[in-house]
C-alpha cells in the first residue's frame, strides 16, 4: 500500500467480495488429454489442489480453503480452457456482464488476487495462473488423469458391497473405539495435557513505553539484550539498548541514526544520516559500530537497508542507482535489480540464500516474499500482499516469517517454507510487524498503528481542519479556487486498487469518483486522472458522466498522473514501456499515442501551468530537474536543495519547495531562473507525537488556501513467547 495515504468503498464500485451468487450450470471442459470431470464427481485435481466444481469448494491436501465465489468462478473458466487465454472481456461477459469498465476492472483484478492468494501463486512466477498483459490470464498447470472421488464409498468385502445397515455399523463402532480411546486418553492425562498445550497464547511481554515510533529491532548476539532504533515524541531517531530483566533503555548515543542489523560479532549496521523515507524506508550512508559504542564506519552510500551474514563477516545491502534498486551481497555485487523497490533483506542461517520483500511499484508497500541464492536466481514464494513489511527467517531456516496484509494495513504473522507451502503463525487487531527471531524462537514484534491524514486550510478561513475521509488519505491535486480536493483512500474498506475521491473544502461529505490511485484535475475540474491496479489509465468525471478509458498503445505499466495541459486537450503521466524504464509522457485526451517527454528514469512529473515545462525526479533520490516540453536542455532545479519536495506556484518561475519533515514544515517559493528563496508559510499538525513527515502539500492558485498529507505511526515493542 502507497503508505502515504479507508473510506467507505464508492457506491459505483463492484467489491469482490460482495454477495454471494448461484453458481453455474457445471462446465463442459474440453478433452484435451487430461479428463477435467471424472465420473460425475465434477472435482478438478492440480498439484495439491482439488476443485469440487460442484460445491463451489476448493481444498489442500484434503484441507478447505475459504474462497469467496466470484474469484472461484474465475477459476472455473480458467479451467474450462485450460491451456488457453481467456480474455478479460470473456471473463466480463460470463461474471460481470452488467458493470461499467471502472467497476469489472476493479472487481477482476479483486478476484484474481484473490484466487491466486489461496493457491499461493504469484502473477511474476506462475505455477497455476499466467497474466497475459492487456489481454487475460491462461492456466497453466497440469490437471491429474486420475480421478477423484469426494465421496468415497466402503470397499467391498469378498466381493460382496457393503449393505444398507453398514453405515450403522461405522457409526456404532466408531463411538464405541472413541470413548475406548477417550478413556485411555484421560485416564493417562495426556488428553487434557495435550490441550491445555495447545490452547497456550503467545506470551507477549513490553519492552517500550514512550508515545512514538519503533523503526527497527533486533537480538543482540547474548541472546538476551534488544537493539531497537526509535524515534520518541518528535525527538530524533537514535538507537536504544534494553534488557527485558532489567527496566528502561540506555541510548547507545547515536542521534539521527536509524539500525538496519546486528552481527553475530556484536557489530551494528545503521543508516546515517537518516533521510527518511516513507514510514519504516530510510535511505542514507551505510556505516558499521559495534555495540559497544564509538563513531560509525562508512562503507557505503544511498543505502536502504541491510543485513549480516551469519558469521557477520559480510553485508547485504538494498542500493540505489540509477532509479533502481539492487540487492548486492556482498556490496558491489548485484544479485537482483528492480525498478520497483527492495525491503527486509535477510539472509539465511546457512548463508547460501537471501529472503525479501519485492515491491512493484515506489513507494507502495504491496508486495511479495522472494528468494535469492546466490546465484541470482530469484524465486517467488508468497505473492499478492496489499501491504508487507517485516520479515525473519524461522530459528531452524526451514520457513521465512513475514507480517503481511491482503488488504488495508492489519498485517498478521506468516509462515511460508520454501516450496511456498504458507500458513498462519498469529493474528492480531490492529496488526503488527515481525521485527526479528531469536535461535531459541522468541520473536520481536511492534504493534504498529499507522494512519495518514489532511490537514487544509480552506478559502477565507483562519485555522486548519482536518479534511481526512478515513485512515489513509492522501491528497494529490487542488483546484485553483482551493474549494475542491482530489484524494485517494487506500485503506481496508477501498480494496486494492484504491478509491479516488473529491472534497470540498466547505464542509460537504467526500464524493467518491472511482478506482484507483488518483492523479491530478482537469483545468476545468470536470475530470481527474487515475491510475487502476498500474494496468489502466482512466479520466473519471468529477459530476455527471462516465469513465473514459485512454488508449495504452505501448504503455506496459503507469505509475502516475502528474498534470493537464492548460487547454485540458493533453495531460501528463509517468509509465513504462517493454524494456524501458519509467518516464513521463505527454497523451491527446481523445487520443492519439502518448509522446515520451523526459527521459528514463523519471517517475515523478510536476507540469507547470503554462504547459511549457516539466519538474521531476527519479527513484534515484538524486533531486529535482527541469524537462522543456517541445525544446531545450534538462536542467537541475537550481538552489534546490536535497531532500526537498516541490510543486508549481500559479507562477511559471516559482516552485513551492519543502522537506519532508517530522514535525513543523517551512515553505518556501523558489524561483527557478535565479535559485533564490523566500520563505512564504510554516505548517504544524496539532500532535506531533509519532509523525513521520508532512507531505504532498498542494495550493491553490492564489496561495491561501492549501491541503497537505502527514504520517502518524506510533508504536509498541515487544518481547513474544510461543509463536508457532
Same mark, same amino acid.
Given at each position: 500500500?502507497?503508505?502515504?495515504?479507508?473510506?467507505?468503498?464508492?457506491a459505483n464500485q463492484l467489491a469482490a467480495t460482495g454477495p454471494q451468487q448461484k453458481l453455474p450450470?457445471?462446465?463442459? &471442459?474440453?478433452?484435451?488429454?487430461?479428463? %477435467?470431470?471424472?465420473?460425475?464427481?465434477?472435482?478438478?485435481? /492440480? +498439484?495439491? &489442489?482439488?476443485?469440487?466444481?460442484?460445491?463451489? @469448494?476448493?481444498?489442500?491436501?484434503?484441507?478447505?480453503?475459504?474462497?469467496?465465489?466470484?474469484?472461484?468462478?474465475?477459476?472455473?473458466?480458467?479451467? @474450462?480452457?485450460?491451456?488457453?487465454?481467456?480474455?478479460? @472481456?470473456?471473463?466480463?461477459?460470463?461474471?460481470?456482464?452488467?458493470?461499467?469498465? +471502472?467497476?469489472?476492472?476493479?472487481?477482476?483484478?479483486?478476484?484474481?488476487?484473490?484466487?491466486?492468494?489461496?493457491?499461493?501463486?504469484?502473477?511474476?512466477?506462475?505455477?497455476?495462473?499466467?497474466?497475459?498483459?492487456?489481454?487475460?490470464?491462461?492456466?497453466?498447470?497440469?490437471?491429474?488423469?486420475?480421478?477423484?472421488?469426494?465421496?468415497?464409498?466402503?470397499? %467391498?468385502?469378498?466381493?460382496?458391497?457393503?449393505?444398507?445397515?453398514?453405515?450403522v455399523f461405522d457409526r456404532t463402532l466408531l463411538a464405541f473405539l472413541a470413548v475406548v480411546i477417550?478413556?485411555?486418553?484421560?485416564?493417562?492425562?495426556?488428553?487434557?495435557?495435550?490441550?491445555?498445550?495447545?490452547?497456550?497464547?503467545?506470551? /507477549?511481554?513490553?519492552?517500550?513505553?514512550?508515545?512514538?515510533?519503533?523503526?527497527?529491532?533486533? /537480538?543482540?548476539?547474548?541472546?538476551?539484550?534488544?537493539?531497537?532504533?526509535?524515534?520518541?515524541?518528535?525527538?530524533?531517531?537514535?538507537? &536504544?539498548?534494553?534488557?527485558?530483566?532489567?527496566?528502561?533503555?540506555?541510548?547507545?548515543?547515536?542521534?539521527?541514526?536509524?539500525?538496519?542489523?546486528?552481527?553475530?560479532?556484536?557489530?551494528?549496521?545503521?543508516?546515517?544520516?537518516?533521510?527518511?523515507?516513507?514510514?519504516?524506508?530510510?535511505?542514507?550512508?551505510?556505516?558499521?559500530?559495534?555495540?559497544?559504542?564509538?563513531?560509525?564506519?562508512?562503507?557505503?552510500?544511498?543505502?536502504?537497508?541491510?543485513? #549480516?551474514?551469519?558469521?557477520?563477516?559480510?553485508?547485504? %545491502?538494498?542500493?540505489?542507482?540509477?532509479?533502481?534498486?539492487?540487492?548486492?551481497?556482498?556490496?558491489?555485487?548485484?544479485?537482483?535489480?528492480?525498478?520497483?523497490?527492495?525491503?527486509?533483506?535477510?539472509?539465511?542461517?546457512?548463508?547460501?540464500?537471501?529472503?525479501?520483500?519485492?515491491?512493484?511499484? =515506489?513507494?507502495?508497500?504491496?508486495?511479495?516474499?522472494?528468494? !535469492?541464492?546466490?546465484?541470482?536466481?530469484?524465486?517467488?514464494?508468497?505473492?499478492?500482499?496489499?501491504?508487507?513489511?517485516? !520479515? %525473519?527467517?524461522?530459528?531452524?531456516?526451514?520457513?521465512?516469517?513475514?507480517?503481511?496484509?491482503?488488504?488495508?494495513? @492489519?498485517?498478521?504473522?506468516?509462515?511460508?517454507?520454501?516450496?511456498?507451502?504458507?500458513?498462519?503463525? /498469529?493474528?492480531?487487531?490492529?496488526?503488527?510487524?515481525?521485527?526479528?527471531?531469536?535461535?531459541?524462537?522468541?520473536?520481536?514484534?511492534?504493534?504498529?498503528?499507522?494512519?495518514?491524514?489532511?490537514?487544509? !486550510?480552506?478559502?477565507?478561513?483562519?485555522?486548519?481542519?482536518?479534511?481526512?475521509?478515513?485512515?489513509?488519505?492522501?491528497?494529490?491535486?487542488?483546484?485553483?479556487? +482551493?474549494?475542491?480536493?482530489?484524494?485517494?483512500?487506500?485503506?481496508?474498506?477501498?480494496?486494492?486498487?484504491?478509491?479516488?475521491?473529491?472534497?470540498?473544502?466547505?464542509?460537504?461529505?467526500?464524493?467518491?469518483?472511482?478506482? +484507483?490511485?488518483?492523479?491530478?484535475?482537469?483545468?476545468?475540474?470536470? #475530470?481527474?486522472?487515475?491510475?487502476?491496479?498500474?494496468?489502466?489509465?482512466?479520466?473519471?468525471?468529477?459530476?455527471?458522466?462516465?469513465?473514459?478509458?485512454?488508449?495504452?498503445?505501448?504503455?506496459?505499466?503507469?505509475?502516475?498522473?502528474?498534470? #493537464?495541459?492548460?487547454?485540458?486537450?493533453?495531460?501528463?503521466?509517468?509509465?513504462?514501456?517493454?524494456?524501458?524504464?519509467?518516464?513521463?509522457?505527454?497523451?491527446?485526451?481523445?487520443?492519439?499515442?502518448?509522446?515520451?517527454?523526459?527521459?528514463?528514469?523519471?517517475?515523478?512529473?510536476?507540469?507547470?501551468?503554462?504547459?511549457?515545462?516539466?519538474?521531476?525526479?527519479?527513484?534515484?533520490?538524486?533531486?529535482?530537474?527541469?524537462?522543456?516540453?517541445?525544446?531545450?536542455?534538462?536542467?537541475?532545479?537550481?538552489?534546490?536543495?536535497?531532500?526537498?519536495? &516541490?510543486?508549481?506556484?500559479?507562477?511559471?518561475?516559482?516552485?513551492?519547495? =519543502?522537506? #519532508?519533515?517530522?514535525?513543523?514544515?517551512?515553505?518556501?517559493?523558489?524561483?527557478?531562473?535565479?535559485?533564490?528563496?523566500?520563505?512564504?508559510?510554516?505548517?504544524?499538525?496539532?500532535?506531533?507525537?509519532? !509523525?513521520?513527515?508532512?507531505?504532498?502539500?498542494?495550493?491553490?492558485?492564489?496561495?491561501?488556501?492549501?491541503? =497537505?498529507?502527514?504520517?502518524?505511526?506510533?508504536?509498541?515493542?515487544?518481547?513474544?513467547?510461543?509463536?508457532?
Amino acid at each position: 500500500m502507497w503508505r502515504s495515504c479507508s473510506p467507505e468503498k464508492s457506491a459505483n464500485q463492484l467489491a469482490a467480495t460482495g454477495p454471494q451468487q448461484k453458481l453455474p450450470k457445471m462446465l463442459d &471442459f474440453p478433452k484435451k488429454g487430461n479428463s %477435467a470431470v471424472h465420473n460425475g464427481n465434477q472435482t478438478v485435481r /492440480f +498439484g495439491e &489442489f482439488e476443485a469440487d466444481l460442484h460445491a463451489g @469448494e476448493i481444498r489442500k491436501s484434503g484441507s478447505r480453503i475459504k474462497l469467496q465465489d466470484q474469484p472461484f468462478r474465475v477459476l472455473q473458466i480458467l479451467l @474450462e480452457h485450460r491451456g488457453e487465454l481467456v480474455t478479460r @472481456e470473456e471473463l466480463q461477459s460470463r461474471i460481470w456482464p452488467e458493470e461499467s469498465f +471502472g467497476d469489472f476492472d476493479h472487481a477482476v483484478n479483486v478476484a484474481v488476487g484473490k484466487l491466486r492468494a489461496a493457491l499461493g501463486d504469484s502473477a511474476e512466477n506462475p505455477s497455476f495462473i499466467e497474466t497475459v498483459p492487456r489481454r487475460g490470464y491462461r492456466f497453466v498447470a497440469s490437471l491429474d488423469e486420475g480421478p477423484v472421488d469426494t465421496h468415497p464409498q466402503l470397499p %467391498a468385502i469378498n466381493g460382496v458391497p457393503p449393505s444398507r445397515v453398514g453405515p450403522v455399523f461405522d457409526r456404532t463402532l466408531l463411538a464405541f473405539l472413541a470413548v475406548v480411546i477417550s478413556g485411555i486418553l484421560v485416564g493417562s492425562g495426556f488428553f487434557l495435557g495435550h490441550r491445555t498445550t495447545r490452547s497456550q497464547p503467545p506470551d /507477549f511481554e513490553p519492552l517500550t513505553v514512550s508515545r512514538g515510533t519503533v523503526y527497527s529491532a533486533r /537480538f543482540a548476539p547474548d541472546g538476551h539484550s534488544v537493539i531497537y532504533s526509535a524515534s520518541w515524541d518528535d525527538g530524533p531517531t537514535e538507537i &536504544f539498548s534494553t534488557d527485558p530483566k532489567i527496566p528502561g533503555a540506555r541510548s547507545l548515543g547515536l542521534p539521527a541514526t536509524q539500525l538496519l542489523a546486528v552481527s553475530s560479532s556484536g557489530e551494528m549496521a545503521v543508516l546515517q544520516p537518516v533521510d527518511n523515507g516513507f514510514l519504516f524506508a530510510g535511505r542514507g550512508t551505510l556505516g558499521q559500530v559495534p555495540l559497544t559504542g564509538g563513531s560509525p564506519r562508512q562503507l557505503a552510500e544511498s543505502i536502504d537497508w541491510a543485513d #549480516w551474514s551469519t558469521d557477520g563477516a559480510t553485508l547485504a %545491502a538494498v542500493r540505489n542507482v540509477n532509479g533502481k534498486q539492487r540487492l548486492e551481497f556482498p556490496l558491489g555485487h548485484v544479485l537482483y535489480e528492480t525498478a520497483g523497490w527492495i525491503s527486509h533483506p535477510r539472509i539465511s542461517p546457512k548463508g547460501d540464500q537471501i529472503a525479501f520483500l519485492d515491491h512493484p511499484i =515506489y513507494p507502495d508497500d504491496k508486495g511479495a516474499v522472494s528468494i !535469492l541464492d546466490l546465484e541470482g536466481h530469484k524465486r517467488v514464494v508468497s505473492a499478492a500482499w496489499e501491504s508487507v513489511k517485516g !520479515l %525473519a527467517w524461522s530459528a531452524d531456516g526451514t520457513e521465512i516469517w513475514f507480517s503481511a496484509a491482503q488488504v488495508g494495513t @492489519e498485517r498478521h504473522i506468516y509462515a511460508v517454507d520454501l516450496s511456498g507451502r504458507q500458513r498462519l503463525v /498469529f493474528r492480531s487487531p490492529g496488526g503488527v510487524t515481525l521485527q526479528d527471531i531469536a535461535s531459541d524462537g522468541r520473536a520481536l514484534v511492534s504493534r504498529d498503528e499507522q494512519r495518514i491524514g489532511m490537514m487544509a !486550510l480552506a478559502p477565507g478561513a483562519t485555522t486548519e481542519r482536518e479534511v481526512s475521509w478515513r485512515d489513509w488519505s492522501i491528497p494529490t491535486d487542488i483546484s485553483g479556487d +482551493g474549494n475542491t480536493v482530489l484524494f485517494d483512500e487506500q485503506g481496508v474498506a477501498s480494496g486494492p486498487t484504491y478509491t479516488v475521491a473529491v472534497r470540498d473544502m466547505r464542509g460537504s461529505a467526500p464524493i467518491p469518483l472511482g478506482p +484507483g490511485m488518483a492523479g491530478s484535475l482537469s483545468p476545468d475540474t470536470k #475530470w481527474a486522472t487515475t491510475v487502476v491496479s498500474n494496468a489502466h489509465l482512466l479520466l473519471l468525471p468529477t459530476g455527471a458522466g462516465t469513465a473514459k478509458q485512454i488508449d495504452q498503445s505501448d504503455i506496459q505499466q503507469y505509475w502516475y498522473g502528474g498534470g #493537464w495541459m492548460p487547454d485540458g486537450k493533453q495531460f501528463l503521466f509517468s509509465g513504462s514501456r517493454p524494456g524501458h524504464a519509467v518516464q513521463c509522457f505527454v497523451q491527446d485526451v481523445d487520443g492519439g499515442k502518448p509522446r515520451p517527454v523526459t527521459p528514463e528514469g523519471v517517475i515523478f512529473c510536476e507540469l507547470s501551468p503554462d504547459g511549457k515545462m516539466i519538474a521531476g525526479n527519479g527513484l534515484n533520490g538524486g533531486g529535482g530537474w527541469l524537462y522543456p516540453i517541445e525544446a531545450g536542455q534538462p536542467r537541475p532545479i537550481p538552489g534546490l536543495q536535497a531532500g526537498e519536495g &516541490f510543486a508549481w506556484s500559479s507562477d511559471p518561475s516559482l516552485l513551492y519547495v =519543502y522537506k #519532508w519533515k517530522q514535525s513543523s514544515v517551512k515553505v518556501y517559493r523558489l524561483n527557478i531562473l535565479t535559485g533564490q528563496r523566500e520563505f512564504f508559510r510554516e505548517m504544524t499538525p496539532p500532535d506531533v507525537a509519532g !509523525l513521520r513527515d508532512i507531505s504532498h502539500v498542494h495550493f491553490s492558485s492564489d496561495g491561501q488556501a492549501y491541503v =497537505y498529507s502527514y504520517t502518524r505511526l506510533l508504536s509498541e515493542l515487544y518481547l513474544v513467547k510461543g509463536l508457532k
